[in-house]
């Protein structure tokens, strides 16, 4: 009986982990659009792009997700990166414009946020 319920348990928390990890990672990316919509919110009422999160008055980040934009260039475009604090090694980014990747790494299409 203890055999049983610890190879049930040695299936069931990797797997646990793994669905757990999936939800912080959506986490980051649903914020990662979120902040997409508030910067591009920000630039139609300012005609810049914010260089800091804290400018985005309608914005708040989920709990354990600290986002950073990395660059913003007047009405060029914008570059962004977010991880969870749960989550180790994994980082999502997303940009606009005239950014390049490199300042969202690891995305590489504008305007769809990609993880690693």
Sequence with gaps: MVVIIGLLTSIAIPKFSSVREKSYVAAVTSDLKFLANQVEIYQSQNQSYPNNVSLLVDF???????????????????????????????QCGIYYGNETSANATPATSPGVVTCN
Excluded: K, Y
């Design 60 to 90: 708040t980040a989920s709990d354990g997700v600290p986002l950073t934009i990395n660059e913003a260039n007047l009405g060029q475009g914008w570059a962004a990166t977010g991880f969870h604090s749960a989550v180790l090694g994994r």
